[in-house]
């Protein structure tokens, strides 16, 4: 659970997270999950937050089972698949999460 100061201060980001999440057309607890993952680690420059964000979405939609491949997010948010591929294991390992190995 984060602090409503959290989603006020990253608010427009959370916003494009939601509209990255319509894009992909994801269900509510993948848009959730991935919320939570990203405010968990939000990265301090704005140029890594759209990878974390990506990143978050790629994540929360397999925890949720409502998974999309790396590259239909990646271009979705408009990122590189591999700044997918390089952050969504660290962001479930540091949420206490496994990710599946694969």
Known sequence: MHSARDRIEYEPWLDELETVADR????DEAR??????????????DRSKRAVL??????GS??????RTQG??????????LSIQSRWKDLLESAGLEPPRW
């Open 32 to 45: 959730s999950c991935a919320i939570d993952l990203f405010l968990s680690d939000v990265p301090e420059t």
């Open 24 to 27: 992909l057309d994801l269900a």
């Open 54 to 59: 990506a990143a978050s979405l790629y994540a």
């Open 62 to 67: 397999l925890v949720a089972g409502d998974g």
């Open 72 to 81: 239909t997010v990646a271009d979705a948010a408009d990122v590189s698949r």
